[in-house]
């Protein structure tokens, strides 16, 4: 049987080491070189795997220069992880190694060898082995300044001997929250700061069985939050069942959401389930919540209370096992001072709330968000290369986005039908267009410029804004970068972002907190 080693580089990123990093000793060759050193000529590896980030490329080669004295093939493959502390990142490259290792064990054996890597990336090898996402032994190489002379074995299996480890809740737990994120990730493009905050709250919220409460703007992602939350919980191999409330024609609501028996009212032939006995086991999302009329209200309550429904025209009460997420762009807390919505199913609906921030407060995710709409209206598998103009990303930028997402959305798949080389400001939508020319300030006093012509102070102002704007969209929102990349103090970027009306709302409010 042939033997798999897979590790992370222990030679560090190229370039001079972190201040923080002890110098390893120079009779020191390292615990992937020490493993192989200490393993009988009969266990020898057939192949090695060694994992490494962009950064540490080189030295990972060095590494892998060594290793081909003791194993025949070796390959070096490089995790696209700018922060090799970052577990949802981590989480999103290793699970499909994972996948592809797992695979090799049918036939294979396969060793991961723990004293390589980040914390936070050894940790996820013990919940991947222990999940059973990956079957493979855990090795760990003992430091060689705690062996002692004599010492039996500096290798140590890892082993856990609590009886039903795979299943302890706290691995699912953090496996479930890891799964939210990446998936939260792959759908909403989480790369700017309140979207980051809100995928976090996501994660945590998937555990619970609390009903949640999803405000936003028509367009924002409302659908696709919830569905991370279903992906992200222990409900996510049931049934995700969504209703949109304010599609629906109020006579037939009742019966699409709870059911109907045969003969309930006229054309009601046959007996049927309604959506929640549809969702049983899962998660039902209601969106547009605020549009239920009272009698629909009133037995939704009863359905969140006694966690059963009575179907239209029924007698017996059925019992239903169902996470409610339900979604809406209206105030329910000013509706229900109206009395246009119960108070009490208000407080039901909300044991969590999240707020999905408009896509004019999260600009920086629109580079993201475009190269995936591109691949959704691409026919083939690869996704269509289609450069946006500076100047186009800019108007992109400055638009205030009233149909959020969605609105996007759209504008994208019309450029995958009638641009051809590159995405140019005249092929944006007129409103969008529109918002690359922004009004220059009023003139000083006393010196009215002329009529044809703006004023100098116009065009910097102008000319700043949008190098502001399209450096938050090319960096993802990343203010340190976008500093870097203008040349300019981080404090007078965030002085500039407040004043062009670019700072997101979140960071801003925390930044007043702090």
């Given at each position: 049987m042939q033997r798999i080693l897979v590790t992370w580089s222990d030679r560090g990123v190229d370039g001079p080491s972190p201040a923080h990093q002890v110098k390893r000793p120079a009779t020191d060759r390292g615990p992937t070189l020490r493993l192989l050193d200490e393993t009988p000529r009969r266990d020898a590896y057939h192949r090695a795997l060694v994992l490494t980030i962009p950064g540490g490329l080189a030295r990972s080669h060095a590494l892998a220069a060594d290793l081909r004295a003791h194993v025949p093939l070796v390959e070096v493959r490089a995790i696209d992880v700018g922060d090799p502390s970052d577990y949802a990142a981590l989480f999103a490259r290793l699970v499909p190694i994972a996948r592809e290792l797992d695979a090799l064990a049918e036939h294979a054996r396969v060793d991961v060898l723990l004293s390589a890597g980040t914390p936070q990336?050894?940790?996820?090898?013990?919940?991947?082995?222990?999940?059973?996402?990956?079957?493979?032994?855990?090795?760990?190489?003992?430091?060689?300044?705690?062996?002692?002379?004599?010492?039996?074995?500096?290798?140590?299996?890892?082993?856990?001997?609590?009886?039903?480890?795979?299943?302890?809740?706290?691995?699912?737990?953090?496996?479930s929250r890891l799964r939210a994120q990446v998936r939260g990730r792959q759908g909403l493009h989480a790369g700017s700061e309140p979207m980051r905050e809100l995928m976090g709250r996501v994660a945590r919220v998937a555990q619970s069985e609390l009903p949640v409460l999803v405000h936003g703007e028509?367009?924002?992602?409302?659908?696709?939050?919830?569905?991370?939350?279903?992906?992200?919980?222990?409900?996510?191999?049931?049934?995700?069942?969504?209703?949109?409330?304010?599609?629906?024609?109020?006579?037939?609501?009742?019966?699409?959401?709870?059911?109907?028996?045969?003969?309930a009212f006229t054309g009601a032939a046959g007996r049927h389930r309604g959506l929640f006995e549809q969702a049983a086991g899962g998660t039902i999302?209601?969106?547009?919540?605020?549009?239920?009329?009272?009698?629909?209200?009133?037995?939704?309550?009863?359905?969140?209370?006694?966690?059963?429904?009575?179907?239209?025209g029924g007698e017996q009460p059925i019992r239903v096992d169902v996470r409610v997420v339900a979604a809406t762009h209206r105030d329910l807390a000013a509706m229900v001072a109206a009395g246009t919505f119960r108070e009490d199913l208000y407080y039901r609906l909300r044991g969590a709330t999240l707020h999905v921030p408009p896509l004019r407060e999260r600009i920086a995710d629109l580079p993201a968000l475009i190269h995936a709409f591109l691949g959704e209206a691409t026919l083939s598998r690869r996704v269509r290369e289609l450069p946006i103009a500076p100047e186009a990303m800019r108007a992109l930028a400055a638009h205030a986005w009233p149909g959020n997402v969605r609105e996007l959305r759209s504008e994208v798949h019309r450029w995958a039908v009638f641009c051809d080389e590159r995405v140019e400001l005249a092929d944006l939508a007129p409103e969008i267009r529109g918002a690359a020319r922004t009004p220059p300030p009023p003139p000083p006093a006393g010196r009215p410029p002329e009529a044809s012509e703006p004023t100098l102070a116009a065009i910097v102002t102008n000319a700043e804004r949008h190098a502001i704007a399209g450096a938050m969209a090319a960096h993802a929102g990343n203010l340190s970068r976008v500093a870097a990349a203008l040349d300019i103090e981080r404090n007078t970027l965030k002085r500039k972002l407040r004043a062009f009306g670019l700072y997101p709302r979140a960071t801003a409010s925390r930044a007043r907190g702090a």
């Open positions: 990336a050894q940790t996820l090898w013990v919940i991947l082995v222990q999940a059973r996402m990956l079957r493979a032994r855990m090795l760990q190489v003992i430091p060689a300044a705690f062996v002692p002379v004599p010492h039996p074995k500096a290798i140590r299996v890892v082993t856990f001997d609590m009886e039903g480890f795979p299943e302890i809740r706290g691995l699912r737990e953090e496996v028509t367009g924002s992602g409302k659908e696709l939050v919830a569905r991370a939350i279903h992906d992200g919980s222990p409900r996510a191999n049931g049934p995700f069942i969504a209703e949109n409330c304010g599609a629906i024609a109020e006579s037939m609501l009742a019966s699409e959401l709870f059911g109907h028996e045969a003969g999302f209601l969106d547009e919540v605020a549009e239920l009329p009272p009698q629909v209200q009133a037995m939704l309550l009863r359905v969140l209370q006694e966690r059963t429904v009575r179907r239209v």
